[in-house]
């Protein structure tokens, strides 16, 4: 069942990339079947805003369908203060470790620091293509630990894992030919650029406060920064220490705050819809801002929250059900947070609408982690 399996995982696999999978990785995954590295329950999202659950003792063909599947599995949920449910650890989709496999471009000899056990998937494959004696994977989740060092160890893939904070790299085994990380962040932790060669490369996929999407590809060098460009994938959870706890109710609205109220035309879909590359340039460009959408308000039809991860400042913008030529504007705080989303958006537009490609990023060491400079190639 497994090699069948991995063969019709090979086939969603290419139908997503628009080519074969390139021989060496189609082997590594011959060779580490992703079963190994599943729990016995899974989650994978239903299409209507919750998640699907897959149990191998209770219905073991629709878990190993789940298995190979060119789809994200939950493995893990953390509680809330509130008492809900967020996954905090994921079997990332087939195709999608394909393709960071292959822009991470590694070279017989390199060694690899991976940020994000998780599983052990990645690891193992990483072992696999390039020897376990040059993979360093790393965790904070002793848990998640353990369990992907068990998993290795079944599938005669042994690199060093290590439970720690990924933000920190791993300084013993540095310096490193190639860092890939399996969670998201919003700027490059200061350690990996100090444990990166000249020329070595950083594979990570990128997150703002307004869109969680896109992968950084940089290089290395010789000064000790970094440059490279985002490519159109990739949506991962965000690092566990770049994680901002701030909710819109609890720690930003207050009834005795006196909004700025204007009118404007631009519409919240043009900032907060379906287009992805506006999105990613606003989010790059008007830091530390988030948006939610809200149909439980009485003032309006709909309403696009904003609001800081400061939370300092906050904007609401009304659709009032009828026309669409203006909505109403509401903002407060220190920050005009909506002013700032109209003008990203204007240069957005004057700029030619460029595509997430078209974003270079030069990083450099800062006090305490790294900044980051965004110029459009």
């Not at 720690?164 to 085994?173: E, I, M, T």
């Not at 039809?301 to 909505?327: N, P």
């Amino acid at each position: 069942m497994p090699e069948e399996a991995i063969g019709d995982l090979l086939e969603q696999i290419a139908e997503v990339l628009g080519s074969p999978v390139p021989a060496p990785l189609r082997a590594a995954l011959h060779a580490v079947p992703r079963h190994l590295f599943l729990p016995p329950t899974v989650w994978m999202r239903d299409g209507k805003g919750s998640y699907e659950r897959y149990d191998r003792d209770q219905a073991p063909d629709r878990w190993w369908s789940a298995a190979y599947r060119d789809a994200p599995l939950v493995t893990q949920f953390t509680e809330l203060s509130d008492g809900g449910l967020v996954p905090s650890s994921s079997a990332s989709m087939p195709s999608m470790v394909v393709r960071m496999l292959r822009d991470l471009d590694v070279q017989p000899g390199h060694r690899v620091l991976e940020i994000g056990t998780g599983t052990g998937f990645h690891a193992a494959l990483l072992s696999f293509l390039f020897g376990a004696e040059n993979v360093t994977s790393l965790d904070v989740d002793p848990a998640l630990t353990r369990q992907a060092q068990r998993a290795l160890k079944a599938s005669g893939q042994q690199p060093e894992v290590i439970c720690a904070d990924g933000a920190g790299g791993w300084q013993p085994n540095a310096p490193y030919d190639r860092i890939i990380s399996t969670c998201s962040v919003r700027t490059v932790p200061g350690a990996w650029l100090e444990q990166l060669s000249p020329g070595g490369r950083i594979v990570t996929p990128w997150d703002t406060a307004w869109c969680n999407f896109g992968t950084l590809i940089a290089t290395g060098q010789a000064d000790g920064t970094a440059e490279g460009s985002l490519v159109p994938y990739g949506s991962f959870m965000l690092m566990r220490a770049q994680q901002a706890d701030v909710e819109l109710r609890r720690d930003i609205l207050r009834d005795d705050q006196i909004p700025e109220r204007s009118v404007t035309e631009l519409s919240p879909w043009s900032v907060a819809g379906n287009d992805l590359d506006a999105q990613m340039h606003i989010g790059l460009h008007v830091p530390g801002v988030w948006h939610a959408w809200d149909t439980d308000v009485h003032e309006a039809h709909i309403r696009l929250w904003l609001a800081d991860d400061q939370a300092t400042s906050w904007a609401g913008v009304d659709y009032d059900g009828r026309q669409t030529s203006t909505f109403a504007v509401a903002q407060y705080g220190p920050r005009r947070l909506w002013d700032e989303v109209a003008h990203a958006h204007e240069e957005y537009v004057s700029a030619g609408r460029p595509g997430i490609a078209k974003h270079r990023l030069h990083i450099s060491p800062d006090v305490r982690s790294t900044r980051h400079e965004v110029s459009l190639a």
